[in-house]
């Protein structure tokens, strides 16, 4: 398959079962939110090392706030549901109660049968001492906790979903430049559909891994088949024309959402075109032993590409 | 289908329990079964037939008709109600809504004493004046009003909220003295005057005032202050039929107290 001059390799990104949840914060302005969901979402780049991976999902405006005021939606995803409270609760007192005017509330909602619901303010509120002051409304409960800039507000709960984190594809290139004006303009594309969020530093990441290395503590080690500067000394996927490498990895609340994702992301990337350096497309995958879910370019481009 | 409608025919001489009157217990019935369905009036059993002309077949949508001049000796109206909806159209007696659970009733007139006692749900209308004890405990229950919203449109009397455990009280007009005694949490909202002793041995929960009211000195004034989380109590409030609809600033100075009792509750004077 070629788009605009790209090739597009007849491969599979590999994606895996996650949990994932989504928290509203809001502040006196969007700055203030964003300072808050920054924090939140900073050190969560891969699971590997961070225990979650997270990302700011888009801005929200006073009226899509429960109150009214400006904020964004951060995205949180985990392994397993233990880790993804844990780091919620951990992040949310670090991050969210620390920031001057937050405050912090559910993003989704739902049957309970697909929704669980798990704490957002409900453990730190004993940080209020006994001050803490607890108020239902609309049949939610919230959270009242006196500090230093007048009260810290958040909800009870918020709900957690099964989720897929993993979605990705590469953009081969003929130079550095190249390959990150191409993933840029991907993530642009991508960042305007809601449910899904990069994780990775700027939505982009260089340095891929294959499983496992020749020391016996890594579990996975530099993706050498696409590292350009190894094309001679290893069995490489590059062409000699591929200079640079680079991933955008997805996570989702559905597999439907990274499809979609992907096929903008991809699309952006191909609107540069083989003009513009950009040589191939294709995906990172396990030989699709780990994932539970394979997310196709050619099925996701679809016939008309 | 019409509703299940109750006109009262005749003036008791005592006060008469209308708790059988719900949705949930007249459901399926035929309206000759309906007539039979004994009342209590003071220490006698009235058929239902005796006491009201009966139309309409809508059991989950029940309409009392006290026409004006007539008793306001109608109590238990609503007591227990789950479901469906019951107007009244005139006044209601002492215990309407008493253990109220889910469910619309709405009150055309005044009610007396002990509206919406120990009600946990549902929604309740008081386009009157309430009497002493609305959302309160009865005399040996520890808890009054436990969750639900309840509006009244004109005055309440003594005592409202009193040993309140959760739940929304908005009175639009004044209230009496004792307002949200023991008052264990939940929040009451009063657009009007409130009577003396306002708190007093408030555990938990919210007084949301506009008027000052005398404080007593176990009341400890805490400044005044922009609280986020009255732009979520407002956001709850929209839908409802009451003027609390058009509050919009959420800057108030804050009393907390009892500190008699703990000192948890806080009087919040909208400024």
């Keep these: 398959m070629i788009l605009n001059g790209v090739q597009i ?21 969007l700055k203030w939110a964003y300072h808050a969901a920054n924090a939140m979402a900073g050190f969560a780049t891969s699971v590997i090392a961070c225990g979650v991976e997270a990302g700011i999902e888009r801005e929200l405006k006073p009226d899509e706030t429960p109150d009214q005021r400006p904020g964004v939606s951060v995205l949180m995803f985990a392994m397993g549901s233990a880790v993804l409270m844990k780091q919620l609760e951990t992040r949310m007192g670090q991050c969210v109660l620390t920031c001057p005017t937050a405050a912090a509330f559910s993003g989704i909602e739902g049957d309970p049968e697909t929704v669980t619901r798990i704490g957002l303010g409900k453990n730190l509120r004993f940080f209020g ?41 590469l953009v081969l290139a003929e130079s550095q430049p190249q390959a990150l004006a191409a993933c840029e303009a991907a993530i642009e594309a991508m960042r305007q ?93 396990y030989g699709g032993k780990l994932g539970q879910h394979h997310f196709h370019l050619h099925k996701i481009l679809g016939p008309t590409a | 289908m ?19 009157l719900t949705p949930d217990n007249l459901a399926g019935k035929q309206l000759a079964d309906i007539e039979r369905i004994e009342l209590q009036c003071g220490n006698r059993k009235l058929a239902m037939g005796e006491v009201f002309h009966i139309s309409g077949e809508d059991a989950n949508e029940i309409v009392i008709h006290n026409s004006a001049g007539h008793t306001a000796k109608l109590d238990h109206i609503g007591s227990q109600l789950r479901n469906g909806r019951i107007t009244v159209q005139g006044h209601a007696g002492d215990y309407a809504g008493y253990e109220m659970r889910g469910g619309e009733l709405i009150i055309q007139g005044d009610v007396e004493a002990f509206a919406a006692g120990s009600l946990s749900g549902g929604f309740m209308h008081i386009q009157g004046n309430a009497g002493d004890f609305l959302g309160g405990a009865i005399a040996g229950d520890r808890q009054g009003m436990k969750g639900g919203t309840v509006i009244v449109s004109g005055n309440a009397g003594d005592r409202i909220g009193d040993q309140m455990r959760r739940g929304l009280l908005l009175i639009e007009g004044s209230s009496g003295d004792y307002c949200g005694t023991r008052m264990i949490a939940g ?29 007593h000195t176990t009341f400890v004034d805490c400044g005044l202050h922009t609280l986020p989380f009255l732009n979520l109590m407002f956001q709850s409030f929209v839908g409802l039929p009451t003027c609390f609809t058009e509050l919009e600033q959420n800057r108030v100075r804050r009393y907390a107290g009892d500190i008699a009792n703990d000192g948890k509750g806080e009087i919040l004077i909208l400024q």
């Design chain 1, 9 to 29: 390799d007849d491969t599979f990104a590999e994606a895996f079962n996650m949990r994932g949840t989504r928290v509203i914060i809001t502040a006196q302005n």
């Design chain 2, 2 to 20: 019409s509703a299940l409608t109750f006109n009262l025919k005749i003036a008791p001489r005592q006060r008469l329990d209308l708790s059988p």
């Design chain 1, 129 to 169: 001492d006994g001050y803490q002051i607890s108020k239902r409304f609309g049949g939610k409960r919230y959270w009242r906790v006196p500090v230093m800039d007048g009260e810290f507000l958040s909800e009870e709960t918020t709900g957690m979903v099964r989720a897929i984190g993993g979605g990705n594809f």
């Design chain 2, 187 to 215: 929040t009451i909202g009063i657009l009007g005057s409130v009577g003396q002793y306002t708190g007093y041995a408030m555990r938990r929960g919210t007084l949301l005032l506009k008027e000052m009211p005398a404080l």
């Design chain 1, 193 to 285: 559909l809601p449910n899904i969020i990069m994780p990775f530093p700027g939505g982009v990441v260089r340095s891929g891994s294959k499983v496992g290395s020749k020391y016996k503590s890594m579990i996975a080690s530099t993706n050498d088949a696409f590292c350009p500067t190894l094309k001679g000394l290893v069995k490489t996927q590059l062409s000699p024309e591929i200079e640079s490498v680079m991933e955008i990895v997805i996570d989702g609340l559905t597999a439907e959402d990274i499809s979609k994702a992907m096929h903008a992301g991809i699309h952006a990337a191909c609107d540069i075109g083989a003009a513009g350096g950009i040589r191939r497309i294709s995906a990172g995958n």
